[in-house]
């Protein structure tokens, strides 16, 4: 089984599409090993967003990703990133085709609904970053 971490954004929250995002990955068939409702600190994000944390457009990104409570869950099943990713659609909203979660509910490149990891090794790194070991059943 592979696992992988969603982080339901702050305009998911603020719109009321976490329960419908993640009773898609539900009904894709993956099980929720953890979840949980936190704020992200700029800590956080500056290693989370480390390829990107010297670029002009960081600090948006920042200003956005703390700018409410998000939900982060680990979710696992067979193939299950690229299984996440395709169901997300790609990360531009605008090019994300209808049926996927982010053309469906996203609106642009930042305001896309969810993170999910693209890599088994990003997905050890995040699900540590985190959760701690304790909090992955």
Known sequence: ??????????????RRLYGTVLARFEAAGFDIQA?????????????????VADKPFYPDIETFMSSRPVIIAVLSGQNVIARVRELLGPTNSKLAPKGTIRGDFGTEMMRNVCHASDSPDAAAAEIKRFFNATEVF
């Open 1 to 14: 089984m592979e696992q992988t971490l969603i982080i339901l954004k702050p305009d998911c929250m603020e």
């Open 35 to 51: 979840c949980k409702l936190t704020r992200l600190t700029p800590g956080q994000l500056r290693e989370h967003y480390a390829h």
